[in-house]
């Protein structure tokens, strides 16, 4: 159960990506013809400079949308997973009972009237 929801808050995300792409995707490409123009009549080619930011923003949501930027992610988790486990420890090891226990007795909420 838990398995079919990630996979449907994976699939939204995509989603997600890949409609932002179509408003981003216009947006960039008016301005790439814009500034372009702009540096063209001007003659300054530093209207062409915020080409370069949005062109990677343009690239990392195609990658997301369309790419195979998923597979990488999934990739390097299970990389991470095999290999750098420590990376996943909790602070002081794993909850125990005692430890829960503690906790209850020193909440006010837990205690008994």
């Known amino acids: 159960l838990q ?3 990630r ?6 995300q995509i989603a997600s990506t890949r409609e932002f792409l179509k408003y ?3 947006f960039f490409g008016l301005s790439a013809v814009v500034l372009t123009t702009g540096a063209m009549k001007k003659k300054n080619p530093a209207f062409l400079m915020p080409i ?10 195609c990658d997301m949308g369309y790419g195979t930027m998923l597979q990488r992610i999934k990739g390097e988790a299970e990389n991470i997973l095999d290999t750098q486990s420590t990376l996943l420890e909790l602070p002081k090891g ?4 005692e430890d ?3 906790i209850r007795s020193q909440t006010k909420f ?3 009237k």
């Open 3 to 5: 398995n079919l929801m």
């Open 7 to 12: 996979e449907r808050q994976v699939a939204m």
């Open 24 to 26: 981003f995707g216009t």
């Open 52 to 61: 370069l930011p949005l062109s990677f923003v343009f690239a990392y949501n």
């Open 94 to 97: 794993p909850l125990t009972f």
């Open 100 to 102: 829960l226990e503690k």
């Open 110 to 112: 837990f205690r008994e």
